[in-house]
């Protein structure tokens, strides 16, 4: 596998504050859609080419999830076609194994209220 473009744009909430799920999904509608322009300029991709759109469909916060979710479904019936909600943590430990090139790892997983450890067998 080759990560064509891995753009994005960070929400940093106020120090001491955490996220809040109203300004984390604010900062994701805001930024979505050019962020979607920029991959597919960026890897030189044309929307005829995708074969399938992925989106986190949870766990975590409702708002961003419930925004991306809908963008994913709306790009999804513009473009015709198939959608796959992913596991956000699996997301996260894919992500790790592809860069680093582990074959059979053990992680730690933090990630708000939720922790893991995690085995592959």
């Known amino acids: 596998t080759k990560i064509l473009s891995n753009v994005r744009r960070t929400h940093h909430a106020p120090p001491g504050h955490g996220f809040l799920p109203k300004e984390t999904a604010d900062h994701h509608r805001n930024n979505v859609i050019p ?3 920029q991959a597919l300029d960026d890897a030189k991709v044309k929307k005829e080419e995708i074969n399938v759109i992925c ?3 949870g766990p975590g916060m ?3 999830l419930s925004t991306v979710a809908i963008v994913a479904r709306t790009l999804s019936k513009l473009w015709d ?3 796959i909600g992913t596991n956000h943590c ?3 430990i894919e992500m790790g194994r592809q860069a680093t090139g582990a074959i ?3 992680i730690l997983y933090v990630s708000g209220g939720n922790t893991q450890v995690i085995a592959y067998s």
Do not use: D, R
Request: no cysteine; net charge positive; charged share 10%.
């Open 35 to 37: 962020l979607v322009k």
């Open 55 to 57: 989106f986190t469909k």
């Open 62 to 64: 409702g708002a961003p």
């Open 81 to 83: 076609i198939p959608i």
């Open 90 to 92: 699996i997301g996260h």
């Open 104 to 106: 059979n790892p053990v």
